[in-house]
């Protein structure tokens, strides 16, 4: 993401207004494209729909079948994800671009058909009575967002951030085209829709990587090679997955707050409109933290190491440590900071956006509760990502698990103790974690020269 975000930073034309929104704008779409898109498709699509539709239930089918779809693929790929990207960046470190190519065909080949087998035995299993086309369409789609997310850790390395940008909202549109013509066709329709979008996205994010990525060689599995492939990151990249969709799952299969919509799908009334909302609120800072993690972090984090690699004098590895460190807190506080200004944003006008929505009041509480959530959810991540930089990723994978174990306890509990109290299990999960994430941050940036030494 790097890459990325320092050619944005180009456009950030000194002292001028418009060069600093043009960038902060660049930055919050292509780090959230990838799922604003998506949600913001399913809403719209549902939305334009309702009168064409002869059932209405069908948009409730098709909502939940979406976002069952999503959250199943995050999960099942995030096996390979952080992973495979561990794996990329050691690549180019060591200058072997040539490896990169092949070896991504082949984590696509083994995302494909992993993801393809595990659909396959959901659907036998669990879609007893639906029709084979709608299978059909959930196991190629569910297919396609396997590998489209794995494609996307490959598009953060390149600088085609328009390229990136208007083939997911041409991608979207299309869908959004496509299943809108075909509501004729009920909720297959609107599959089919969001089915052929994600073939033109997935095709275009394929010509963009093998034009980034030129090699002489077709596939590899390379990256499957012990001590090149790290067991933490597969752990950690399931389980940061699951911690973040643990508390929408146990509203959904819990009898007091969920219900059956389709096949093995549940949604959950009262918990999936609040936080669906919240989510939303995270595109200002998801624009800080790829210019401020991801470029001010990463510069400086090259020079600290760069000065130890090189031989450099005592004081300018300390030099070096300490502009690490300063970078590393101002990111997490400016994050912070612009987080907190688009909760107090969503805290004043989140009536008027339920009543817009039609959305009843007693959302009202859960809303403003899962924004702070939501809010902490992004500073955690940020302090994650730097563990990740540090090659702290046991430290990282603790506090993931961390995070799904606490998410997963005050969830329940939060069930337990009646409506007043959901929404307060995520978010009470994400400060618990976000503290002890903090204080391990601390702790590893004290001892950094000495880690960074000792271990070679």
């Known amino acids: 993401m790097a890459g990325i975000g320092f050619e944005i930073r180009k456009l950030m034309v ?9 960038a902060y704008t660049y930055a919050g779409l292509i780090s959230s494209g990838p799922w604003i898109f998506s949600i913001l498709g399913i809403l719209v ?85 639906l029709s084979l ?38 991608a979207y549109g ?27 996205l997935f095709a275009v994010v394929l010509a963009i990587i093998y034009e980034g990525y030129p090699s002489d060689h077709v596939i590899s599995f390379d990256f499957l090679v012990p001590g090149k492939i790290y067991i933490s990151l597969i752990f950690s990249g399931v389980m940061f997955n699951l911690a973040i969709w643990i508390d929408k799952y146990i509203f959904w299969f819990h009898p007091y707050t969920g219900s059956s919509v389709i096949g093995p799908f549940h949604s959950s009334n009262i ?6 909302i919240a989510y939303l609120s995270l595109i200002p800072g998801m624009a800080i933290f790829l210019l401020r993690v991801e470029t001010d972090f990463m510069s400086y984090y090259s020079k600290f190491y760069n000065a130890i690699v090189r031989g450099g004098t005592l004081f300018q590895i300390n030099e070096a440590h300490s502009h690490l460190v300063t970078a590393g ?13 688009s ?65 997963t306890i005050f969830s329940i509990m939060s069930i337990h103790y009646g409506p007043n109290f959901y929404g307060y299990g995520f978010t009470g999960a994400l400060i618990i974690s976000v503290i002890v994430s903090i204080l391990f941050l601390n702790n590893a940036f004290d ?10």
């Open 329 to 341: 807190q101002k990111a997490i506080i400016d994050v912070a900071k612009i987080q907190g200004a």
């Open 45 to 129: 699509l549902g939305l334009i729909t309702q009168d064409r539709l002869h059932e209405d239930f069908q948009i409730t089918q098709f909502q939940t079948s979406l976002t069952n779809l999503i959250a199943g693929s995050l999960i099942f790929s995030g096996f390979l994800q952080l992973a495979f990207t561990r794996y990329v960046a050691d690549q180019s470190f060591l200058k072997h671009e040539n490896y990169i190519m092949p070896s991504f065909n082949g984590a696509l080949l083994l995302m494909a058909a992993s993801s393809g087998i595990f659909a396959m035995g959901v659907i036998l299993f669990t879609f007893q009575g």
């Open 343 to 407: 909760v107090l944003i969503i805290l004043v006008s989140a009536k008027p956006i339920l009543t817009a929505l039609g959305i009843s009041s007693i959302h009202l509480n859960l809303l403003y509760i899962d924004s702070v959530g939501v809010a902490l959810q992004l500073i955690f991540m940020s302090i994650v990502n730097l563990f990740f930089y540090l090659d702290r990723r046991y430290i990282a994978l603790f506090l993931t698990s961390l995070f799904f174990v606490l998410n």
């Open 174 to 200: 299309t869908a959004v085209a496509l299943g809108y013509s075909l509501t004729y066709m009920g909720l297959n329709g609107l599959l089919i829709g969001f089915f052929v979008g994600h073939v033109f």
């Open 447 to 456: 001892k950094l020269e000495y880690k960074t030494f000792m271990l070679q």
């Open 271 to 276: 918990y999936d409109l609040p936080i669906f």
């Open 14 to 22: 000194p002292e001028k207004l418009f060069g600093t929104v043009r």
């Open 133 to 170: 086309l709608y299978c059909f369409l959930m196991e190629g789609t569910f297919i396609l967002l396997c590998c489209i997310w794995m494609s996307v850790t490959m598009l953060m390395g390149l600088k085609r951030y328009k390229s990136i940008l208007f083939s997911f909202i041409i």
